[in-house]
């Protein structure tokens, strides 16, 4: 620590220092007793609060980190917030309304364009949304800003999912590096621009071995299963026949225990691999990031990321026979109360219960993913920064305008939102 201390001094001292010191400040019981007094106002307002709790969960993570001595300012509210999500409605309610009518009509092509279009517009919102969480972002007085077309980065996005899709996830490299080219081409510190120098193959070397991991055995598993069964026995059985004649001869019998395996692989595999992949995307996206000719430089550690997904799965489990315990006491009480022939009122009331059990669970484990992944994957990354060139922020400009929240309000909408 006291090594962190001198180059900190240092760097506040002279910022034509090689290298800059990143810190997260921040305190994680502060961040629990937020979160916690966020989620008990979030039920009582039937969620209205949530446009609070976002701006007070971004202007603590902003304002604790802290970059050559100096932190982050957000400058968000969440009137805007609740504005943009306001317009945004008034944008999509017709929209739901003409889509749920046209899939009313005979045929499946209405329904493959709306969900086309959601799709669209759920990338056009997470352009426009960072577009604005950057303009709310200042460091040193001096805003962040994005220019662009958002219409054309969803197109690009749009395609390139489809060519993820038809690739079996090996083009998420090649997509994540030219969607990140074009968002940091248009992103600015003041007059200083952004770039992006990370490469597509070095995150597909990287991360071959976890696909070939996870995706391989069940592609396997898939092809297998589709071989087990006799399609011309399956083919030939009709109605009610299926499930006492067929099931034997046409092999459906013999695919419960390839498909189950095959299940338990790909969970056990995801569980156990998405931190390490994690760690490794976000140490290849902080290594590419330019501004001007600020540098940043990750160290990432894959064991750090990993303990922080271990604490979320043991608070969640911890969380989990809690909720379970007390719901099977509530439920007990509940049967005592409510005795004899069933009524309007305590069918009412089992509901609202039954609703209002499920929304604080909810909560539960939303708070806990907070506290646990989101915070210590923020620390991680903060803490894992190496930062060269601080100097040239010594001539930054402020440039750039504060940007409509109509774009984080659809985000909002459309649950495409992030911190």
């Not at 952004?194 to 990287?206: I, N």
């Not at 011309?232 to 092999?251: F, K, Q």
């Amino acid at each position: 620590m006291t090594t962190f201390d001198a180059a900190d001094a240092a760097a506040q001292a002279s910022l034509s220092a090689p290298a800059g010191i990143a810190r997260f400040v921040g305190r994680g019981k502060t961040f629990c007793r937020l979160l916690s007094h966020g989620a008990v106002l979030l039920m009582l307002t039937l969620g209205i609060y949530r446009f609070w709790l976002t701006t007070d969960i971004r202007r603590y993570l902003w304002s604790n980190t802290e970059l050559a001595g100096e932190s982050f300012e957000y400058a968000g509210t969440a009137y805007e917030l609740l504005l943009g999500f306001l317009i945004a409605l008034a944008v999509l309610v017709p929209f739901y309304a003409a889509f749920f009518l046209l899939t009313l009509a005979p045929g499946n092509t209405w329904s493959l364009l709306g969900l086309l279009i959601l799709i669209f517009l759920g990338q056009y919102a997470v352009y426009r949304a960072r577009r604005y969480r950057l303009t709310r972002t200042i460091y040193r007085g001096v805003r962040f800003h994005q220019t662009g077309s958002a219409v054309l980065y969803s197109v690009c996005a749009v395609l390139w999912w489809a060519l993820i899709i038809l690739s079996a996830g090996l083009a998420y490299p090649f997509a994540q590096s030219q969607l990140e080219h074009f968002k940091m081409r248009h992103t600015f510190f003041g007059n200083l621009p952004g770039r992006f120098e990370g490469s597509g193959w070095h995150l597909l070397v990287r991360g071959l071995p976890l696909w070939a991991f996870t995706v391989v055995p069940f592609t396997i598993g898939a092809v297998a299963t589709i071989h087990a069964i006799d399609w011309n026995a399956l083919n030939t059985a009709s109605g009610a026949d299926v499930r006492t004649t067929s099931i034997e001869p046409s092999g459906l019998a013999r695919i419960d225990v390839i498909v189950a395996l095959t299940g338990a692989w790909l969970l056990c595999s995801i569980a156990l691999l998405y931190p390490i992949f994690h760690a490794i995307l976000l140490r290849w996206w902080v290594s590419g990031l330019r501004i001007g000719d600020v540098a940043v430089r990750s160290r990432l550690p894959i064991a750090r990321v990993f303990g922080v997904y271990a604490r979320f799965f043991g608070y969640a489990t911890l969380f989990t026979a809690i909720a379970g315990t007390l719901l099977g006491i509530g439920a007990f009480g509940l049967s005592k109360i409510i005795a004899g022939p069933s009524s309007m009122r305590d069918e009412t009331i089992t509901t609202v219960l039954s609703l209002g059990a499920y929304a604080a669970i909810a909560l539960g484990y939303w708070t806990i993913y907070q506290a646990t992944v989101k915070l210590g994957v923020w620390r991680c990354v903060i803490e894992s920064l190496e930062i060269s060139n601080l100097a040239a922020l010594e001539h930054v400009a402020a440039a750039g305008e504060a940007a409509s929240p109509v774009g984080e309000g659809l985000a909002d909408a459309l649950n495409v939102g992030g911190i």
